[in-house]
């Protein structure tokens, strides 16, 4: 385990002469686990509902994990067919040193095969391989209108208002169908297997009403072509809204790229540039993680980090 833990305590499990070495990645760090995130049952007693999942702080992600790891190496009895190393990470969720561990001991990753179980299956009971994810390309734009804020009822009408400059920006990202509107971003149909709606809506839980975006097989939407989110947005908070226009608003864009994809050739919202840096390093402005890809095994089997459930 890392980091808390020394090279000494990073297991490994002997196989016979001559077999394959596999090394096994999990992490045990959780995300927080916020009432206002919408738990149904208290977020630190596991709890088996009826769809057949047990829900519960860091449930999926990644005790789950870790477990199937544990599993594993259970039904070898402790004696696998290859030479197996674990590697267990503790700061996943936030800033990594993952890229620092491997680079100080690369012996430690050499292997045939490395298996991260840090993905999660679409089904009960169904088996998945992940084969690849997509990269993220995120930064920060900031609309300046006015020198200070001004009486709306005075200049409201001719003045323009940072906020709703910035809300026009963000709609133009994407088309009437919700795809993505920047030209030239790499995107196309998803090769695997496909996910249905009901399985992508059983995770996603939209609201009644509520529509999916975009075009092509969901399968297209999430693992092959790109998405565009504002996740975060800074502005005048309700409560200490008056009648005032300002000047000011900024979002945090995140758009995902898929695999295959060049981050630094990529295209981005109003031609940002972006900047690949290691998973989980903090971010700068405006940066990007590659997407991954992974040869083995043929992109057959559905690839998905599934839909986070509670
Ligand atoms: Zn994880």
Not at 30 to 42: I, K, L, R
Not at 74 to 91: L, N, Q, S
Not at 251 to 277: F, L, N, Q, Y
């Amino acid at each position: 385990m890392f980091p808390t833990a020394t090279r000494r305590s990073t297991a490994r499990l002997k196989g016979p002469e001559g077999s394959p070495t596999v090394v096994l990645y999990a992490h045990y760090d959780v995300q927080p686990a916020h009432a206002s995130q919408g738990w149904s049952t208290d977020p630190w007693t596991p709890t088996l509902k009826e769809d057949g999942r047990i829900y519960g702080r860091g449930a999926a992600d990644d005790k789950s994990g870790l477990v199937s790891l544990i599993g594993t190496l259970r039904a070898f009895d402790g004696k696998p067919p290859c030479t197996v190393r674990i590697i267990v990470e503790g700061m996943e969720e936030t800033e990594s040193n993952l890229e620092e561990f491997v680079e100080a001991h690369p012996d430690l990753f050499q292997c045939d095969m490395f298996i991260i179980a840090d993905m999660g299956n679409l089904r009960v009971g169904e088996p998945v391989l992940t084969t690849a994810l997509r990269g993220d390309v995120s930064c920060t734009v900031t609309v300046r209108t006015l020198d200070h804020p001004l009486h709306s009822g005075v200049y409201g009408g001719p003045t323009p208002d940072a906020m709703m400059a910035l809300a026009r920006l963000l709609s133009s990202l994407v088309d009437d169908a919700g795809d993505v509107a920047v030209d030239g971003v790499t995107g196309g149909p998803w090769g695997g297997e496909d996910m249905t709606e009901e399985d992508f809506l059983a995770g996603a839980e939209l609201l009644p009403g509520v529509s999916l975006l975009g075009t092509g097989t969901i399968a297209d939407r999430l693992w092959a072509k790109p998405s565009i989110n504002a996740i975060g947005v800074d502005t005048t908070s309700i409560a200490d809204s008056s009648n005032v226009i300002h000047p000011v608003a900024s979002a945090k864009i995140s758009m995902r790229i898929v695999p295959g994809s060049d981050p630094e050739a990529e295209p981005t919202p109003w031609s940002v540039t972006s900047r690949p840096t290691p998973r989980g390093a903090h971010r700068s402005r405006c940066s990007a993680s590659r997407p991954r890809r992974r040869s083995w095994p043929p992109r057959t089997a559905p690839a998905t980090r599934p839909p986070a459930r509670r």
